[in-house]
């Protein structure tokens, strides 16, 4: 039996707790209980510095449904969330500039604050060191940023320079003493000193699908717990046949840079993680425009080896397959095809976060929190927030909304003052996210029912 961090086993321990609570929950009994996570674990189940030797993943269900019986427990859980409360955001007088120099208003799950943590233009994709600071991408700018707290006020020191001149840098993910970062053409990785610095890069892959700094050209990366990465190719189109195979996949890579592709039929995967408890990759993907404001759900859930999850030939809706006559009949059946998770058409679901801290009630350990960036051609707009995808035996169940707020009318981006991107647990325990039209990262923290 390969050997598992005892710090893993806290992970899966949590969230497993986690889970017999809701379950204690919907047979009407009360529990209490309390655990200590350490940030290691974190980095650990999504490929940092300290992962542990790699366990077999369990198999992953093809479909998208839980039992009857999981399903029950997740509506009566459901049934006593608390609802969303308006709150003023929280700015420092500092930040009280831009999109912040007038009060705002968003709707946050009851127990919970929100603040503006840091001012940074454009922010997009998080990761977090291990030594304590959030890097944050601006890929137009070819620049990663770090922001810390080192006082431990809330707020940021002013941010900082942490790496430039990349080629629209987009994943980052800590392994093996080495920062790997995704940009359009390559995957460079950089040694650090593991106190804010890093060295010289060195190319890992090269030869990616030629792209401009732009949406569909995001490259996302992160590591699994044997220690191979993954990176996903967006389309470069919203429906067609592509010329390069590799658009509209997700690729498999080994730290030395041998490459195969591990799923297809993802239209735009803007984001990569591990589900810490099941071992199981997940994805949050872009689907296609045009077929009307609820078609087709935007995938976000798990990503399994060798699936083909539709695109460009087929689209997954209302618990079927339907044929995209806008393509020459490439799979006219519809064969071979792998259902998936999906949330409400549009959204367009960028990042994703499995909270693994101790500093959420334990409901909340193991789940994925997803930053939903918001529609531009739907009729009423949807998305502009942060939702939260509780998981049973690792399988993604009915979304609930975290925050919302930033969408203040019906016209899409016309109307929304912030557009949430991606979601990152701290050093701290909090919640970060970016944002990248008011240009910030909000902190969002538990301070009781």
């Given amino acids: 039996m390969p050997h598992v961090s005892t710090r893993l086993i806290g992970v899966v321990a949590g969230a497993l707790l986690g ?18 996570m350490q940030p290691a674990a974190r980095a650990a189940a ?4 300290a992962a542990p030797a790699a366990p077999a993943a369990p ?25 969303l409360v308006s709150t003023t955001l929280q700015v420092p007088p500092s930040l009280r500039r831009g999109a912040f120099s007038q009060d705002r208003q968003l709707q946050i799950r009851e127990g919970f604050s929100i603040s503006v943590f840091a001012l940074v233009p454009g922010a997009r994709s998080m990761t977090l060191t291990p030594w304590g600071e959030l890097l944050v991408t601006q890929p137009s700018q070819g620049r990663i940023i770090a922001v810390g707290d080192g006082d431990g006020d809330g707020v940021a020191e002013p941010p900082r320079v ?16 080495y920062l790997y970062v995704a940009q359009s053409t390559v995957v460079e990785r950089f040694p650090h000193d593991g106190a804010g610095s890093i060295g010289p890069g060195e190319i890992v892959v090269d030869g990616l699908p030629q792209s401009p700094c732009a949406p569909h050209h995001f490259r996302p990366l992160t590591f699994d717990w044997a220690g191979l990465f993954y990176v996903a190719f967006g389309s470069s189109c919203n429906v067609c046949v592509e010329g390069d195979p590799r658009r509209g996949t997700v690729w498999q890579f080994t730290p030395d840079g041998g490459g195969r592709e591990y799923a297809s039929g993802l239209r735009n995967t803007v984001d990569l993680e591990i589900d810490p408890v099941a071992g199981v990759l997940w994805g949050a993907t872009n ?15 798990p990503i399994l080896e060798g699936a083909n999850y539709g695109w460009p030939y087929c689209n997954w809706a209302d618990g079927t397959w339907h044929r995209d006559t806008r393509v020459p009949p490439g799979n006219p059946n519809c064969q071979g ?23 959420l009630p334990p409901e909340f350990w193991g789940s994925a929190f997803v930053g939903l960036h918001g529609s531009w051609n739907r009729s009423v707009g949807v998305g502009f927030k942060v939702i939260r995808i509780p998981t049973v035996d690792g399988q993604p169940q009915p979304e609930e909304d975290f925050v919302a707020g930033w969408l203040t009318g019906p016209r899409g981006p016309n109307d929304a003052w912030g557009r949430p ?11 970060y996210v970016s944002d990248d039209r008011a240009g910030a990262i909000y902190r969002i923290v538990y301070t009781g029912s």
């Fill in 337 to 359: 095809l792998t259902p998936y998770n999906g949330i409400q058409a549009h959204s367009a679901p960028l990042g994703i976060n499995f909270y693994t801290q101790g500093h």
């Fill in 59 to 83: 198999a992953a269900r093809t479909d998208a449904s839980s039992t009857p019986a999981q399903a029950a427990q997740v509506r009566a859980a459901q049934a006593v969330v608390p609802a």
């Fill in 19 to 36: 889970v017999a609570l809701l379950a204690a929950a919907a047979c009407g009994l009360v529990q209490s209980a309390s655990s200590e």
């Fill in 421 to 431: 991107v991606d979601v990152q647990d701290g050093p701290d325990g909090a919640l």
């Fill in 162 to 177: 942490f790496a430039q001149g990349l080629q629209c840098p987009y994943g980052m993910a800590f392994r093996d003493g």
């Fill in 46 to 49: 999504a490929g940092g510095d």
């Fill in 287 to 301: 689907e296609r425009d045009n077929l009307g404001d609820d078609v087709p759900p935007d995938p976000v859930g």
